[in-house]
T-cell receptor, first 113, second 111 residues
């Protein structure tokens, strides 16, 4: 089935650790995004990429890093520099050909322990 | 840059009609869309408007006025399962076709 997959669904991080969240899509879409969502809040953009080996910082990129080595994959690393990483992380993708809907992964809930 | 404004919360009773407004600012407007998100879930696409007017999909309709930089989502015959957050979003030609979301409107449907 075509779609977008995030893993893991739940992730626990110790203070000072880096963790990587996976996002894979087989929709052949160019655009991919990472959003952070805190309880009862909206979607805040972390990073955006529309082409392999290129990405742009969003509103809250500090403490996060990404790579786009393949069109299908856009992993997000939450570094130890992110002081308050506990949140719900969502990956999204859409085609840049015409206007199409965006598809979201199921999300990763990250908790610092 | 782009910015979108929508009310933070709306409450309505089952069976009623509710309208969620969205105003936007963007230099290269390329469509207004709406997404629904239930608690703990991922947003899912509801509708899209590129041209002025009303688009109807079952109980949900979406309206756009490009001259007013304004749109709304209309939900009719509200059901309890419609309790969710609703986000408007725009794409911008001048920002690499980036999709930008509003802050979301939390809809609570009461019996």
């Amino acid at each position: 089935d075509g779609g977008i997959t995030q893993s893991p669904k739940y992730l626990f991080r110790k203070e000072g650790q880096n963790v990587t969240l996976s996002c894979e899509q087989n929709l052949n879409h160019d655009a991919m995004y990472w959003y952070r969502q805190d309880p009862g809040q909206g979607l805040r953009l972390i990073y955006y990429s529309q082409i392999v080996n290129d990405f742009q910082k969003g509103d809250i990129a500090e403490g996060y890093s990404v790579s786009r080595e393949k069109k299908e994959s856009f992993p997000l690393t939450v570094t130890s520099a992110q002081k308050n990483p506990t949140a719900f992380y969502l990956c999204a993708t859409h085609s840049l050909q015409g206007y199409t809907e965006a598809f979201f992964g199921q999300g990763t809930r990250l908790t610092v322990v | 840059g782009q910015s979108l404004e929508q009310p933070s919360e709306v409450t309505a009773v089952e069976g009623a009609i509710v309208q969620i407004n969205c105003t936007y600012q963007t230099s290269g407007f390329y469509g207004l869309s709406w997404y629904q998100q239930h608690d703990g879930g991922a947003p899912t696409f509801l509708s899209y408007n590129a041209l002025d007017g009303l688009e109807e999909t079952g109980r949900f309709s979406s309206f756009l006025s490009r001259s007013d930089s304004y749109g709304y989502l209309l939900l009719q015959e509200l059901q309890m399962k419609d309790s969710a957050s609703y986000f408007c979003a725009v794409r911008d030609h001048n920002a690499g076709n980036m999709l930008t979301f509003g802050g979301g409107t939390r809809l609570m449907v009461k019996p």
